[in-house]
């Protein structure tokens, strides 16, 4: 079933065109101006929209130029019975899908909607893919990823919300979007925004979307997150970074299953399966008054608890594996052996950034090598931590190792990169605001290590 919206000032066309899609079984809102369209279009959301060309006061060619200014690319059918060769090119160059003359059949007002709609979600579904060359697989072949990738299928055949814990690099939002293609939503939109990337006044806007106008610098109209996501899945990562005020915004999203995009009074309907993240220990916050309980509840459903690189090294082989195929073959390099004492000492690392420091770590690995990736290579490649000392060899319970071990790498990672934030959180595998976080939790000064 379609939602559609029919624009026409004659009543009685619009009353006969809604009952043959009513009974075929689609949705109808109907429109008897141009301007009340634009105000449908603005508040709703439409699988597809028919006008007719020729009403008073603005026609159906300067509403559908209203709906593309808008940034809107719901299928437009235009629809007249006073139809020229002129207006049908004018509509054409404006991205109407298709121009009928009256009298229409039924059979082809269906038609139309069917392919209208067809090419709609093939155009969405070619973007998703477009979005996806590249990504990462989830590669895994030990008894810990087996468990917790049974979990993942359990829980994406239904609606629940799913918070995903893991350390920074562990692969959440592979998680997220496997839990994603594996759910019913799977031919609706996945979309992902970093509650940690977005600066604190901007991210109601990036959450709802805003009207034109609705504060300084807003130009045009702004569509935000969940409505990109309707019918879809929205993962929202770093969720314990979202700033307390927020988080009583989305609570009451979550609550109420619909949103106001900033600058407007009318609230919008979305249908959309809410996916989160952290790295950070969410109960601590509730408990420490950083985070919101009611949210904490809406959003703590099943957790999924991603485990660090460490925690798995039984996989390791198999991802350096499949990262040097990868890196190789987007940069049209030979593939290159790994020796297995290399591999060894790869296994014998601890990974602080996880999988992402260690598919950087592949890359240089690639580009300091020749015919194979050798010890040397290894040792010429990592922080010297991994051939000197181990977590395992300093004093103290297993956090207090972790932190030294943490402490020694990113100072290493800094000397080496000459106290580059930038460039030490590349290589890391970190993003530079979880760098400046760790340094800080760790009283690591960055200007002491310059040279």
Same mark, same amino acid.
């Given at each position: 079933?379609?939602?559609?919206?029919?624009?026409?000032?004659?009543?009685?066309?619009?009353?006969?065109?809604?009952?043959?899609?009513?009974?075929?079984?689609?949705?109808?809102?109907?429109?008897?101006?141009?301007?009340?369209?634009?105000?449908?279009?603005?508040?709703?959301?439409?699988?597809?929209?028919?006008?007719?060309?020729?009403?008073?006061?603005?026609?159906?060619?300067?509403?559908?130029?209203?709906?593309?200014?808008?940034?809107?690319?719901?299928?437009?059918?235009?629809?007249?019975?006073?139809?020229?060769?002129?207006?049908?090119?004018?509509?054409?160059?404006?991205?109407?899908?298709?121009?009928?003359?009256?009298?229409?059949?039924?059979?082809?007002?269906?038609?139309?909607?069917?392919?209208?709609?067809?090419?709609?979600?093939?155009?969405?579904?070619?973007?998703?893919?477009?979005?996806?060359?590249?990504?990462?697989?989830?590669?895994?072949?030990?008894?810990?990823?087996?468990?917790?990738?049974?979990?993942?299928?359990?829980?994406?055949?239904?609606?629940?919300?799913?918070?995903?814990?893991?350390?920074?690099?562990?692969?959440?939002?592979?998680?997220?979007?496997?839990?994603?293609?594996?759910?019913?939503?799977?031919?609706?939109?996945?979309?992902?925004?970093?509650?940690?990337?977005?600066?604190?006044?901007?991210?109601?806007?990036?959450?709802?979307?805003?009207?034109?106008?609705?504060?300084?610098?807003?130009?045009?109209?702004?569509?935000?997150?969940?409505?990109?996501?309707? /019918?879809?899945? *929205?993962?929202? !990562?770093?969720?314990? =970074?979202?700033? +307390?005020?927020?988080? %009583?915004?989305?609570?009451? $999203?979550?609550?109420?299953?619909?949103?106001?995009?900033?600058?407007?009074?009318?609230?919008?309907?979305?249908?959309?399966?809410?996916?989160?993240?952290?790295?950070?220990?969410?109960?601590?916050?509730?408990?420490?008054?950083?985070?919101?309980?009611?949210?904490?509840?809406?959003?703590?459903?099943?957790?999924?608890?991603?485990?660090?690189?460490?925690?798995?090294?039984?996989?390791?082989?198999?991802?350096?594996?499949?990262?040097?195929?990868?890196?190789?073959?987007?940069?049209?390099?030979?593939?290159?052996?790994?020796?297995?004492?290399?591999?060894?000492?790869?296994?014998?690392?601890?990974?602080?950034?996880?999988?992402?420091?260690?598919?950087?770590?592949?890359? /240089?690995?690639? *580009?300091?090598? !020749?015919?194979?990736? =050798?010890?040397? +290579?290894?040792?010429? %490649?990592?922080?010297?931590? $991994?051939?000197?000392?181990?977590?395992?060899?300093?004093?103290?319970?297993?956090?207090?190792?972790?932190?030294?071990?943490?402490?020694?790498?990113?100072?290493?990672?800094?000397?080496?990169?000459?106290?580059?934030?930038?460039?030490?959180?590349?290589?890391?595998?970190?993003?530079?605001?979880?760098?400046?976080?760790?340094?800080?939790?760790?009283?690591?000064?960055?200007?002491?290590?310059?040279?």
């Amino acid at each position: 079933m379609s939602h559609l919206l029919l624009v026409d000032d004659d009543t009685s066309t619009l009353g006969s065109l809604s009952r043959a899609f009513r009974m075929a079984g689609h949705e109808v809102t109907v429109a008897d101006s141009a301007a009340r369209a634009l105000e449908l279009v603005k508040a709703g959301r439409f699988d597809c929209i028919f006008s007719d060309v020729v009403m008073p006061v603005k026609d159906g060619i300067a509403l559908l130029e209203d709906i593309r200014a808008l940034g809107i690319t719901t299928p437009v059918i235009m629809i007249s019975g006073q139809a020229t060769v002129d207006m049908a090119v004018r509509a054409t160059k404006l991205g109407a899908l298709d121009f009928l003359e009256k009298p229409l059949s039924s059979e082809k007002l269906l038609l139309s909607v069917d392919n209208a709609v067809r090419l709609y979600q093939l155009e969405a579904e070619n973007r998703e893919l477009r979005q996806r060359v590249g990504r990462h697989e989830i590669v895994w072949q030990s008894d810990i990823m087996r468990k917790l990738m049974s979990q993942v299928e359990r829980v994406a055949a239904g609606e629940s919300r799913v918070c995903i814990l893991g350390e920074t690099g562990t692969g959440k939002e592979l998680i997220a979007r496997t839990i994603h293609e594996k759910s019913n939503r799977a031919k609706g939109p996945f979309v992902t925004l970093n509650c940690a990337a977005v600066p604190q006044e901007l991210i109601e806007s990036e959450l709802f979307g805003h009207e034109k106008g609705a504060f300084t610098g807003a130009a045009s109209r702004h569509t935000g997150k969940f409505e990109q996501a309707h /019918r879809g899945t *929205l993962f929202l !990562d770093e969720i314990g =970074d979202m700033p +307390t005020l927020m988080q %009583a915004k989305l609570l009451r $999203v979550l609550e109420e299953g619909e949103i106001e995009r900033v600058g407007s009074d009318r609230p919008l309907k979305v249908d959309v399966r809410v996916v989160v993240a952290t790295h950070r220990d969410i109960e601590e916050q509730v408990r420490q008054g950083g985070f919101r309980q009611d949210l904490y509840h809406r959003i703590y459903v099943f957790p999924v608890r991603l485990p660090a690189l460490r925690e798995r090294r039984a996989d390791i082989p198999a991802l350096v594996d499949h990262f040097v195929r990868r890196v190789c073959e987007l940069n049209g390099w030979k593939t290159k052996p790994v020796a297995p004492s290399a591999m060894k000492l790869l296994e014998s690392y601890a990974w602080p950034g996880n999988v992402r420091e260690l598919r950087n770590a592949v890359e /240089r690995l690639l *580009l300091l090598s !020749d015919a194979e990736v =050798d010890d040397e +290579t290894v040792r010429m %490649a990592l922080p010297p931590t $991994v051939d000197r000392k181990t977590a395992a060899a300093v004093s103290g319970t297993l956090s207090s190792r972790m932190d030294a071990f943490e402490r020694e790498t990113i100072e290493a990672e800094l000397r080496a990169h000459q106290g580059n934030m930038t460039e030490a959180a590349r290589a890391l595998g970190l993003e530079r605001s979880h760098l400046y976080k760790k340094c800080s939790q760790l009283n690591i000064d960055p200007q002491k290590l310059r040279p």
